[in-house]
């Protein structure tokens, strides 16, 4: 999966004339039991920066404007905009007219002003400049994003925060394959509590991902009396990144969305 600039993420959903972006653009039909996720970069010129900030919310904006440094300032306004500009395809909506909340504790939910609540969930995470919104229809979904880090000490995080038979299998790889095999762990629970809505507050070790042999796929081993059954898809990414999306259930598909032809 390639990292589309921003700009021309925009762009593939409208046309722009003058400076200005066509605000509704094309609807997109999400199947049932299918998760779109898209891939993009944050780092945007003026205009794009602009334009998505025009379309965040006044609690957006608030937050937006907290941050210290301006890239990290410019990049929550692109994240959010394209989060904005993407889940208005699904609602044939503006950006603008979408309603995010968020109680404390619990995930984002989406309302679409005039209509009733909206069965559509998403998911965004963003990470050194990087971007992914995962959507679902009628289900929680949950996506992660990571570089490849060599500065993150990873055997040590794996002994503290993983289960033994996870920290074992690690242990098997050596070099650039274990940090990689890490992450790809550690993006895997991170995407499956986020779809949970429990986030980091769920100890790591009282699940284990069992991986499949291709490591494109895992499931969920719950350390614990329970009945859940999660699956995670490890996305095609670049060299140096991982990412999963995770949701309940295993009778569920993954399409990535590109920039033409949508």
């Known amino acids: 999966m390639a990292w589309p600039n921003a700009g021309n993420l925009l762009l593939s959903f409208s046309r722009l004339e003058a400076g200005v972006f066509d605000e509704r653009a094309p609807c997109v039909v999400l199947p049932n039991r299918e998760a779109h996720v898209w891939a993009f970069s944050l780092d945007a010129d003026f205009e794009v920066q602009r334009q998505c900030g025009r379309w965040l919310s006044p609690s957006e904006q608030e937050r937006a404007n907290r941050f210290r440094f301006?890239?990290?300032?410019?990049?929550?306004?692109?994240?959010?905009?394209?989060?904005?500009?993407?889940?208005?395809?699904?609602?044939?909506?503006?950006?603008?007219?979408?309603?995010?909340?968020?109680?404390?504790?619990?995930?984002?939910?989406?309302?679409?002003?005039?209509?009733?609540?909206?069965?559509?969930?998403?998911?965004?995470t963003h990470s050194h400049g990087r971007g992914l919104v995962a959507v679902a229809n009628g289900f929680e979904i949950g996506v992660d994003l990571e570089r490849v880090r060599e500065d993150v000490e990873h055997l040590k995080l794996a002994e503290r925060f993983f289960s033994h038979p996870e920290v074992d299998v690690i242990r098997m790889e050596e070099g650039e394959s274990q940090r990689v095999l890490f992450f790809r762990h550690w993006v895997g629970k991170e995407a499956m509590l986020k779809a949970k809505g429990t986030g980091l507050q769920f100890p790591l070790d009282r699940c284990a991902l069992i991986m499949a042999d291709t490591l494109n796929e895992a499931v969920v081993h719950w350390h614990a009396d329970t009945d859940q059954e999660w699956f995670i898809h490890f996305l095609p990414l670049e060299s140096g990144w991982v990412g999963a999306v995770a949701a309940e259930g295993t009778n569920w598909t993954v399409t990535y969305r590109g920039l033409t032809g949508y």
């Open 70 to 124: 301006e890239q990290d300032r410019n990049h929550f306004v692109v994240a959010h905009g394209c989060l904005r500009q993407i889940l208005s395809r699904y609602c044939d909506s503006t950006p603008d007219a979408l309603v995010i909340t968020q109680s404390v504790g619990e995930k984002p939910k989406l309302r679409v002003r005039g209509m009733p609540r909206s069965p559509l969930m998403f998911n965004l």
